[in-house]
């Protein structure tokens, strides 16, 4: 088990670009979670998958953004026409959903973005 | 999801117990409580969970009043590893949607 891994850690861009980031969940995970994290504040939800599907979205997760996880193993977020306000870190997070067990959620060590 | 409220920061003396208060006066009767921490540039990690009773884990011990308003995280032997910010959230069990962070505890461990 190597954990909730997250690519790239860092990613700079200029205002306007799209960006990607990529989430590899603990392998036997089926759900899949994306946070957004700000300086000084805690992390708020964006969305996330149960399998391949998208079960729940956050209404910050405007239009710009999207969350895939095409196979049910690993998922991307993609941010496109990047505002400063988008800075921030990206946080991915993963647990397994069974009836009548706990569903901790593991965290991958985030991914920040700057937009310059 | 029931609010919860924390104090914004705390000291602890290394080797201290760490006793973090958490207030969820509006929590239902099938929430739970769940206790994250988050050290500096790292992402949250999961430490404990409860509903009624007490509970104990080999990082920490949840401590629930009766009355489920209330609950106090106790870290038994504070090290400097243990500074980090602590996240008291009220969630159903099982329900495996988000978890609502509030602001936190920032613990401070020193020696």
């Known amino acids: 088990d190597t954990g909730v891994s997250q690519d790239p850690r860092h990613k700079i861009t200029k205002r306007g670009q799209n960006v990607t980031f990529r989430c590899d969940p603990i392998?036997?995970?089926?759900?899949l979670y994306w946070y957004r994290q700000t300086l000084g504040q805690g992390p708020e939800f964006l969305t996330y998958f149960q399998n391949e599907a998208q079960l729940e979205k956050s209404r910050l997760l405007s239009d710009r953004f999207s969350a895939e996880r095409p196979k049910g193993s690993f998922s991307t977020l993609e941010i496109q026409r990047t505002e400063q306000g988008d800075s921030a870190m990206y946080l991915c997070?993963?647990?397994?959903?069974?009836?009548?067990?706990?569903?901790?959620?593991?965290f991958g060590p985030g991914t920040r973005l700057t937009v310059t | 999801d029931a609010k919860t409220t924390q104090p914004p920061s705390m000291d602890c003396a290394e080797g201290r117990a760490a006793n973090l208060p958490c207030n969820h006066s509006?929590?239902?009767?099938?929430?739970?409580v769940y206790w994250y921490r988050q050290i500096h540039s790292q992402g949250p990690q999961y430490i404990i969970h409860?509903?009624?009773n007490n509970e104990t884990n080999e990082m920490a011990s949840l401590i629930i009043t009766e009355d489920r308003k209330s609950s106090t995280l106790i870290l038994p032997h504070a090290t400097l590893r243990d500074t980090a910010v602590y996240y008291c959230i009220a969630d159903f069990y099982n329900q495996g949607g988000k978890l609502i962070f509030g602001q936190g505890t920032e613990l401070s461990v020193k020696p």
């Open positions: 392998s036997e995970h089926n759900r």
């Open positions: 997070a993963s647990s397994l959903a069974a009836t009548g067990s706990s569903y901790e959620q593991y």
């Open positions: 509006t929590i239902s009767g099938n929430e739970y």
């Open positions: 409860g509903l009624k």
